[in-house]
C-alpha cells in the first residue's frame, strides 16, 4: 500500500513539474536544447525521489563511512599537530571527536 502511494506521489510530483515547466518550452527548433535539458533536469528529479523513496533520505551519502574517516584522519592530524595548535583549537578538536564517536554509537543502536 505504501508503495501504491509511493509511486502515485511520483506521478502527481512530474505532473505538477510538467505542468508547471511548460512555459519554459516553445514550439521553436531554437528551444530544442533548451527543451531536452529540462527533460534531463526532471528525470534525475524523478530519479532522486525514487530513490529516497525506496531507500530514505540522502541515498548517495553514506555518513556513517564518512564520520568514521572525519574521525581517524582528524585523530591522525591531532597526534602530529598537537604541539603546534593553540590550546583552544585543541580542545574545539578533542570535543569534535567526542561528538563524532557519540554519533558513531548512535548508529550501532
Known amino acids: 500500500m ?4 509511493s509511486v502515485r ?3 502527481w510530483l512530474t505532473w505538477l513539474k510538467n505542468k508547471q515547466g511548460r512555459n519554459d518550452i516553445s514550439s521553436s527548433l ?18 532522486n525521489l525514487k530513490n529516497i523513496l525506496a531507500y530514505g533520505n540522502n541515498v548517495n551519502n553514506n555518513y556513517k563511512l564518512n564520520t568514521e574517516k572525519r574521525l581517524l584522519y582528524t585523530e591522525g ?3 602530529h599537530n598537537a ?21 558513531l554509537d548512535q548508529f550501532k543502536i
Open 2 to 5: 505504501f508503495l501504491k502511494k
Open 77 to 79: 592530524y591531532l597526534n
Open 83 to 103: 604541539d603546534h595548535m593553540s590550546d583552544q583549537s585543541f580542545k574545539n578538536a578533542k570535543v569534535k571527536q567526542e561528538n563524532r564517536k557519540n554519533q
Open 30 to 47: 531554437q528551444n530544442l536544447e533548451h527543451a531536452k535539458q529540462l527533460n534531463q533536469e526532471r528525470l534525475l528529479e524523478i530519479n
Open 9 to 11: 506521489l511520483i506521478i
